[in-house]
């Protein structure tokens, strides 16, 4: 009798699966873009940011100057009060009539005067001695004179000095051949018919009174700002 023997041999079955790690995964490539645009808009916003910050700074900066301009010119306008306040003390007889330098005063109009120092009279300017530093901020051969402001006035963190000039051209009496400016009056005459004409070519004789006087104040106020200002007066 023969035997039917069977043989079973056990096969293993292996699957192979594609790794969802894979380096050609779209899903990951996708993933990493997503990173380079994040990236690229913070970058973005950050700078934005920056200029935001330094336009306000800038902003703040330029109001605040402004603002210590404006507190210096009128800083300026009390000293300009006080030089004027001078003047009316010293017109009594013929006082104004001769340099008064060591306060500031000049009897005559000194027309190479440069208080800024940046005008265009050459070397024969004459500078003001605004620092007490005989002129150190114009270089030497520059000017012909240096002259004395009066003495420095504070006002809270204002500190100003003036000098003034008398129109005329030489000191002395300001009489008609000094040329000195004074006031004017118009001179008028009425014809028939009200109409008015001036009469003999004459529109201005000089007023009653005396010349005028050029005030010229610069004021440092806060954080070093400096302001001019000019004043015409007459009494």
């Known amino acids: 009798m023969a035997l ?3 043989f079973s041999v056990p096969v ?10 894979s380096p050609n995964n779209p ?10 645009f994040a990236l690229i808009a913070l970058i973005s916003l950050a700078f934005a940011a920056l200029g935001l910050v330094r336009m306000v700074d800038t902003g703040s900066l330029v109001i605040g100057n402004i603002g210590f301009k404006q507190d210096a010119t009128a800083g300026s306008d009390l000293v300009a009060n006080e030089a004027l306040t001078w003047l009316a003390g010293k017109n009594t007889g013929n006082t104004l009539d001769k340099d008064d330098a ?54 809270g963190t204002n500190t100003g000095r003036w000098v003034i000039t008398r129109l005329c051209k030489t000191a002395g009496s300001p009489d008609a051949g000094n040329g000195c400016s004074v006031p004017l009056n118009k001179v008028a005459v009425e014809t028939g018919g009200g109409e008015i004409k001036y009469g003999g070519g004459v529109r201005f004789t000089p007023a009653s009174g005396g010349p005028f006087y050029r005030i010229i104040v610069r004021n440092v106020g806060a954080r070093g700002t400096v302001s001019f200002t000019e004043t015409i007066a007459y009494f």
């Open 4 to 6: 039917d023997v069977k």
């Open 12 to 21: 293993k079955m292996t699957m192979m699966s594609k790794s969802m790690h």
């Open 27 to 36: 899903s990951r490539t996708q993933h990493g873009v997503s990173l380079l």
């Open 102 to 155: 060591a306060n500031g005063y000049f009897a005559s109009s000194l027309d190479v005067l440069d208080p800024t120092a940046n005008g265009s009279f050459g070397n024969a300017r004459a500078l003001v001695d605004w620092n007490s530093d005989d002129c150190a901020y114009a270089v030497e051969g520059t000017y012909a004179n240096c002259i004395t402001p009066s003495a420095a006035t504070t006002y």
